[in-house]
């Protein structure tokens, strides 16, 4: 059974930074991409910010310039470093693991408050 775990959301200032973590545990291959996406309260969930297995990012842009998407393919994690963070970040933020086979596993979120 995989599992995404999430750690590193919290409270921060306007202005200040944040370094989300998503590990896999258990056994998993074929990762075709990895991602992550946020939701706010009253919003649909969007996509934040994506890396294939060769490295390609791709980000909303809102976030383009001060987030930085990241992976450890021998750990099956992906990072998110944010930076730069503004009140309209706030929200709850999602990893998910998109495999080849077209299997989805997506973590159980972690909330990110910014204040301003």
């Known amino acids: 059974q995989v599992q995404l775990v999430e750690s590193g959301g919290g409270l921060v200032q306007a202005g200040g930074s944040l370094r989300l973590s998503c590990a896999a545990s258990?056994?998993?291959?074929?990762?075709?991409?990895m991602g992550w996406y946020r939701q706010a309260p009253g919003k649909q969930r969007e996509l934040v910010a994506t890396?294939?297995?060769?490295?390609?990012?791709n980000y909303v842009d809102s976030v383009k310039g001060r987030f930085t998407i990241s992976r450890d393919n021998a750990k099956n994690t992906v990072y998110l470093q944010m930076n730069s963070l503004k009140p309209e970040d706030t929200a709850v933020y999602y990893c998910?693991?998109?495999?080849?086979?077209?299997?989805?596993?997506w973590g159980q979120g972690t909330q990110v408050t910014v204040s301003s």
């Open positions: 258990g056994s998993i291959f074929g990762i075709n991409f």
């Open positions: 998910r693991h998109r495999l080849i086979s077209g299997a989805d596993y």
């Open positions: 890396i294939t297995s060769g490295g390609y990012t």
